[in-house]
């Protein structure tokens, strides 16, 4: 039956496709609310979709933009797939090519691919699980056994009314695992299971100096510098062999498991080649850690944005009465955000000298996720990718966060699997995103046998 159920997917990958284009003509741009009414639209569209299927469909209003689930109907779930519909905005346009909602099927280096805004990011991805549930259904006449949905229509945003929605829903959403398509390929080829996300605190700080800008003429020599002593407290951030010297900023960081070490080693990653296609040819951070190590499984520590002074045309002689940076810290095994925040603002404060005050603005900040991949579904579906692909499935980590995976286990006690298909040329959130027509297909039939063998 299984050798049906992929037959299935090929035959009717015409209409998948224009399903998938259906949704990509849907402008949901989330954070612009210009586009509040293509966001319901997706959402209604997304619901109807799940009711042809068989779902128990249904779309939820939030403060923000409705969430869709679709249930087994009176059966409880064993899994609950995650995705989301809106996308981001399409700026700057001239850089398109063409219409960012007028998606096409047009030759890309490596093959053919969707061309349009949320092709990648994330409708292909979500669509590739629907249309597995579609061929699914075509074929035995039912949905697969104990599999929901929630589909949300803010993530490109934030997620600010998903959460809330899952602590009110917690009895009808509960499940085993959570499976979500919002990853990619490992080097383009390889299908990976993210099993470790980095956490994430994101922290703004401003030292204060003068009541005013000096002119550097009068002052310079005499009256403290707020760039001078902020670009000294990021300095020392880091020891010379890129450990962050933060106190106890290693509290609940472990080594990698042998296991994993291993694996992420068979993927022969070329750091060169990484590196060099941002013009960049020499590994920074931690010394003696591996490349792939020191990007998914080590704790950093950054500034991404300065400011302080004159920064515009021209130039200007003053002493700035204040100066900002904001940094950003990406978290693992168990460390502690709320401690790490106290953390860094001590060192702050404790660097500061006399005239000098510092203010602290919070950016957020969550925990990182480890995924228990004891239990079974992660063995099968790890079997089921490596029959669809040509290179064996493996686990990876990953070095960003996707607050999803932390929403399911604080509120539904859950673990999340991490299946997706992009890919790096995928150009999501820039213009031009696409997806690979060979990642659709083959996503829709990677879902199917891992359905199959979980419905087994």
Same mark, same amino acid.
């Given at each position: 039956?299984?050798?049906?159920?992929?037959?299935?997917?090929?035959?009717?990958?015409?209409?998948?496709?224009?399903?998938?284009?259906?949704?990509?003509?849907?402008?949901?741009?989330?954070?612009?609310?210009?586009?509040?009414?293509?966001?319901?639209?997706?959402?209604?569209?997304?619901?109807?979709?799940?009711?042809?299927?068989?779902?128990?469909?249904?779309?939820?209003?939030?403060?923000?933009?409705?969430?869709?689930?679709?249930?087994?109907?009176?059966?409880?779930?064993?899994?609950?797939?995650?995705?989301?519909?809106?996308?981001?905005?399409?700026?700057?346009?001239?850089?398109?090519?063409?219409?960012?909602?007028?998606?096409?099927?047009?030759?890309?280096?490596?093959?053919?691919?969707?061309?349009?805004?949320?092709?990648?990011?994330?409708?292909? *991805?979500?669509?590739?699980?629907?249309?597995?549930?579609?061929?699914?259904?075509?074929?035995?006449?039912?949905?697969?056994?104990?599999?929901?949905?929630?589909?949300?229509?803010?993530?490109?945003?934030?997620?600010?009314?998903?959460?809330?929605?899952?602590?009110?829903?917690?009895?009808?959403?509960?499940?085993?695992?959570?499976?979500?398509?919002?990853?990619?390929?490992?080097?383009?080829?390889?299908?990976?299971?993210?099993?470790?996300?980095?956490?994430?605190?994101?922290?703004?700080?401003?030292?204060?100096?003068?009541?005013?800008?000096?002119?550097?003429?009068?002052?310079?020599?005499?009256?403290?510098?707020?760039?001078?002593?902020?670009?000294?407290?990021?300095?020392?951030?880091?020891?010379?062999?890129?450990?962050?010297?933060?106190?106890?900023?290693?509290?609940?960081?472990?080594?990698?498991?042998?296991?994993?070490?291993?694996?992420?080693?068979?993927?022969?990653?070329?750091?060169?080649?990484?590196?060099?296609?941002?013009?960049?040819?020499?590994?920074?951070?931690?010394?003696?850690?591996?490349?792939?190590?020191?990007?998914?499984?080590?704790?950093?520590?950054?500034?991404?944005?300065?400011?302080?002074?004159?920064?515009?045309?021209?130039?200007?002689?003053?002493?700035?009465?204040?100066?900002?940076?904001?940094?950003?810290?990406?978290?693992?095994? *168990?460390?502690?955000?709320?401690?790490?925040?106290?953390?860094?603002?001590?060192?702050?404060?404790?660097?500061?000298?006399?005239?000098?005050?510092?203010?602290?603005?919070?950016?957020?900040?969550?925990?990182?996720?480890?995924?228990?991949?004891?239990?079974?579904?992660?063995?099968?579906?790890?079997?089921?990718?490596?029959?669809?692909?040509?290179?064996?499935?493996?686990?990876?980590?990953?070095?960003?966060?996707?607050?999803?995976?932390?929403?399911?286990?604080?509120?539904?006690?859950?673990?999340?699997?991490?299946?997706?298909?992009?890919?790096?040329?995928? *150009?999501?959130?820039?213009?031009?995103?696409?997806?690979?027509?060979?990642?659709?297909?083959?996503?829709?039939?990677?879902?199917?046998?891992?359905?199959?063998?979980?419905?087994?």
């Amino acid at each position: 039956m299984l050798e049906k159920l992929l037959a299935e997917v090929d035959s009717d990958l015409p209409n998948s496709i224009e399903r998938l284009f259906q949704i990509l003509r849907i402008p949901s741009i989330s954070t612009d609310p210009a586009y509040r009414g293509s966001c319901e639209e997706a959402a209604e569209w997304m619901t109807t979709q799940l009711a042809e299927l068989g779902f128990k469909s249904s779309k939820h209003a939030t403060p923000g933009h409705p969430i869709v689930v679709g249930r087994d109907s009176g059966v409880a779930s064993r899994f609950l797939f995650y995705g989301h519909y809106d996308v981001q905005p399409v700026d700057p346009l001239d850089l398109w090519d063409r219409d960012p909602f007028q998606p096409v099927v047009e030759e890309a280096p490596g093959g053919k691919a969707i061309r349009g805004r949320g092709s990648s990011d994330d409708k292909g *991805q979500v669509m590739t699980f629907v249309e597995a549930c579609r061929a699914w259904r075509k074929v035995f006449g039912r949905l697969p056994r104990k599999v929901s949905l929630v589909v949300e229509g803010e993530e490109e945003c934030g997620s600010a009314n998903v959460a809330p929605f899952l602590r009110e829903h917690a009895t009808e959403l509960a499940a085993e695992l959570g499976l979500i398509c919002d990853t990619g390929l490992f080097a383009d080829r390889t299908p990976a299971i993210v099993t470790m996300l980095r956490g994430s605190l994101n922290e703004e700080v401003v030292i204060l100096g003068a009541d005013r800008d000096l002119h550097s003429g009068i002052y310079g020599g005499l009256a403290i510098n707020p760039i001078r002593v902020l670009a000294k407290i990021i300095a020392d951030l880091h020891d010379d062999t890129g450990r962050i010297a933060l106190e106890g900023f290693y509290d609940g960081v472990t080594d990698l498991p042998q296991v994993l070490a291993e694996q992420w080693t068979s993927l022969c990653f070329d750091h060169d080649e990484f590196l060099g296609a941002v013009g960049l040819n020499t590994p920074s951070g931690e010394a003696g850690r591996e490349p792939l190590e020191a990007i998914w499984s080590r704790p950093t520590c950054d500034a991404t944005g300065i400011s302080g002074g004159y920064l515009g045309d021209g130039f200007k002689t003053v002493l700035p009465a204040k100066a900002s940076a904001k940094v950003s810290f990406r978290l693992v095994g *168990q460390q502690n955000p709320e401690k790490i925040r106290e953390s860094f603002r001590a060192h702050v404060r404790n660097a500061l000298p006399a005239d000098c005050e510092a203010d602290f603005i919070s950016h957020g900040a969550h925990s990182a996720i480890e995924m228990a991949t004891d239990h079974e579904a992660f063995g099968i579906a790890r079997n089921a990718l490596t029959e669809e692909w040509d290179d064996p499935a493996v686990f990876v980590g990953c070095g960003g966060s996707i607050p999803i995976t932390t929403m399911f286990k604080e509120i539904l006690g859950m673990d999340s699997m991490l299946i997706g298909f992009a890919k790096d040329s995928d *150009q999501i959130h820039s213009p031009n995103e696409k997806y690979d027509l060979d990642s659709f297909r083959k996503g829709i039939r990677s879902w199917a046998r891992i359905l199959y063998a979980l419905d087994s």
